[in-house]
């Protein structure tokens, strides 16, 4: 069943249209697998929550862009709502 709720987060993720920069996206995954209480307490509160349905709830996390014309990016966790633990990270983060 855990695989079934991974691959939904990362079916969430994917269709919210989130790339991976490697650096950032390496240092999220470290968060997959702790509870969201932690992932809050280090983080502070997301800019935003959501439901994705099948008992997923996602943060997003809003960082500005760098430089004159840069777009903000977003670093967004998926997360079980039955067990509280992160299953999935994504950014548009470089």
């Not at 069943?1 to 989130?18: D, F, H, P, Q």
């Not at 997959?32 to 809050?40: E, F, I, N, P, R």
């Not at 008992?55 to 967004?76: D, F, L, S, W």
């Amino acid at each position: 069943m855990k695989s079934a709720t991974a691959l939904k987060a990362l079916s969430v993720l994917l269709m919210l249209g989130l790339g991976a920069g490697a650096t950032t996206q390496e240092r999220m995954n470290g968060w997959v697998g702790t509870t969201d209480a932690h992932l809050l307490s280090a983080w502070g509160a997301p800019d935003r929550k959501a439901k994705a349905g099948g008992g997923i709830n996602v943060v997003t996390y809003k960082e500005k862009g760098e430089g004159k014309h840069a777009a903000p990016c977003h670093k967004t966790f998926a997360i079980d709502a039955a067990d509280h633990r992160v299953i999935g990270a994504s950014t548009t983060c470089r």
